[in-house]
Each structure stands twice: as structure tokens, then as C-alpha cells.
């Protein structure tokens, strides 16, 4: 059974870095055949695809989100990792690490980190 | 960029009758890439349904989807108590705005 789960400040100052990690067990991101994939979910706003990095380190971003984040893999740790900079409160959500098929289908999630972005 | 709408944005059911969700897309896409997930209060989504009627590991029967072209559906055949839920469709990188299930 795959789990997820992401790590990281809760509360980030505007204009900073946002940093989250997501530590996968159950299966290795080095196996392939799938996406390591963030998602966020703002309270009106709802779910939000932010992109995903493949075990070659291959990487694609929704593209209003492109010029700020960074998805990259730690395969020595078994895990891959967020970085979202110059954020604004409109970046407070709850942020979501997940598995991703070849079809686009999410199977595995982690539990979720909210992030607050307040000075 | 590919729009999903949901609808209704609430269902008042009770608990064994039928639900029936709607997901429309902006544009045609393939049947091959629209999911849908259940999210309960405090949770992460579950994924349910994925290939348009391809039920998840573990998901029940009761839960089925179908639909092409532009129009997609997910029907819950009697609503048991768990089932009371929020749920979206996605389609890769996008998702639609979500249904909730509540109890009448």
C-alpha cells in the first residue's frame, strides 16, 4: 500500500519561499510508470493542479503557476519536494502531495499541510 | 485550458435513493482521462471512479460512471451514510468545482 505524506512549515511570510516535501513509502518514485504530483485546495477557490515531476526528474507546471515552482525528487530519500516562491496570502491553502497515473487519475494522496501565507 | 462544471452544487438526498452527478467539459475530451473522487470533511479526495467508469480498488459497486464526448456522470444507485460527501471530477490538470451530497 503506497502512502503519502507532506512535510513543512505551516506558516510561511509574504514574499518568502514555500517548502514542502512529501515523503513516499509503500513504493519507490524511482520505479516509474508514474507522476509525483502536488495539488492545493483554497478554501473558495477549490482543488488546484500544480504539476508533477516524473522519476527522471522531468518536470511539468500548470502554467500560471510556472514562473514560481519548482518540483524536484529526492530518490536517495524516497521523496520529492515542493518550492513555491514570492508567495501571497492567496497562497494559503491546503497543499496535497499524490500519485499519478499515465491516465491523469490521482490514486494515492497524502493527508494534506495547510499552509498559511500571514506576516 | 479545459473547463470542468459540476452540477447541481448541492444534492439533498436521503439515504437510499439515487444520486446522479453531472461534469461537463468546455471542450470534447477522452473518456480515457476523466476521474471523479469523494472528499469527506477534514480528508483528502478518494479516487473513485477513473476512465470515465472504472471503479477504484475497493470502491463499491453502487458507484458508476459513464458519459463521452463532453458529458460525464457519476451515479451513487442508494446513498448509504457515507456516501454523504463532496465530489469532483477531474480531468488531468483540471478540476471541476465539486457537488455536495447532503443528507435531506
Known amino acids: 500500500q503506497v502512502q503519502l505524506q507532506e512535510s513543512g512549515p505551516g506558516l510561511v511570510k509574504p514574499s518568502q519561499t514555500l517548502s514542502l516535501t512529501c515523503t513516499v513509502s509503500g513504493g519507490s518514485i524511482s520505479s516509474g510508470g508514474y507522476y509525483w504530483t502536488w495539488i492545493r485546495q483554497h478554501p473558495v477557490r477549490g482543488l488546484e493542479w500544480m504539476g508533477y515531476v516524473y522519476f527522471t526528474g522531468t518536470t511539468y507546471y500548470k502554467p500560471s503557476l510556472k514562473s514560481r515552482i519548482t518540483i524536484s525528487l529526492d530518490t536517495t530519500k524516497n521523496q520529492f519536494s515542493l518550492k513555491l516562491t514570492s508567495v501571497t496570502a492567496a497562497d494559503t491553502a491546503v497543499y496535497y502531495c499524490a500519485r499519478e497515473a499515465q491516465l491523469g487519475y490521482l490514486d494515492y494522496w497524502g493527508q494534506g499541510a495547510l499552509v498559511t501565507v500571514s506576516s | 485550458e479545459i473547463v470542468l462544471t459540476q452540477s447541481p452544487g448541492t444534492l439533498s438526498l436521503s439515504p437510499g435513493e439515487r444520486a446522479t452527478l453531472s461534469c461537463r467539459a468546455s471542450?470534447?475530451?477522452?473518456?480515457?482521462?476523466l476521474a471523479w473522487y469523494q472528499q469527506k470533511p477534514g480528508q483528502a479526495p478518494r479516487l473513485l471512479i477513473y476512465a470515465t467508469s472504472s471503479r477504484a480498488t475497493g470502491i463499491p459497486d453502487r458507484f458508476s460512471g459513464s458519459g463521452s464526448g463532453t458529458d460525464f456522470s457519476l451515479t451513487i444507485s442508494r446513498l448509504e451514510p457515507e456516501d454523504f460527501a463532496v465530489y469532483y471530477c477531474?480531468?488531468?490538470?483540471?478540476f471541476g468545482q465539486g457537488t455536495k451530497v447532503e443528507i435531506k
Open positions: 471542450q470534447s475530451i477522452s473518456s480515457s482521462y
Open positions: 477531474q480531468q488531468n490538470g483540471a
